[in-house]
């Protein structure tokens, strides 16, 4: 709804409670700074998104096992942040973990993957890179057309993506 300063105290409220009611890095602390930090790359306050961001990772990394699929939630959140301040080799790279650990823990045609690799088609695209960027953009609606609903937006993005790319190449 763009209320961010309304969701932002709902999830500052939440975190406090958390923190009383919960051992100091238990995964939902994680949780709740990722949800924290959305709002504020919602908002543009890319550096509170980053921190908040980064919080998160650090109680996943102490709370949950290796390879666990919420770090690729982390690592995409904070290339989102990057993508979004035009740092794209940051973006890049934390994209990049991202789809490593997706596909070590989600099987091939999971619609999450096709996730990893439309953000990676796009920092190619953005940096100007269209043959990678049209690579990682088709692998991407390959696996959207094949998990999706026929009407999914998802569809339609990633084609459109794909277009645009080859208008530029």
Known sequence: MGEYSKALSSYERSLEIRKIALPPNHPDLAGSYNNIGSVYDNMDEY??????????????????????????????????????????????????????????????????????????????????????????LEKAHEIDRKTLPPNHPHIAQSKRNIDNVKKKM
């Open 47 to 136: 550096s509170k998104a980053l921190s908040s961001y980064e919080r998160s990772l650090e109680i996943r990394k102490i709370a949950l096992p290796p390879n666990h699929p919420d770090f690729a939630q982390s690592y995409n959140n904070i290339g989102i942040v990057y993508n979004n301040m035009g740092e794209y080799s940051k973006a890049l790279s934390s994209y990049e973990r991202s789809l490593k650990i997706r596909k070590i823990a989600l099987p091939s045609n999971h619609p999450d993957l096709a996730t990893s690799y439309n953000n990676i088609g796009v920092v190619y695209y953005n940096m100007g890179e269209y043959s990678k960027a049209l690579s990682f």
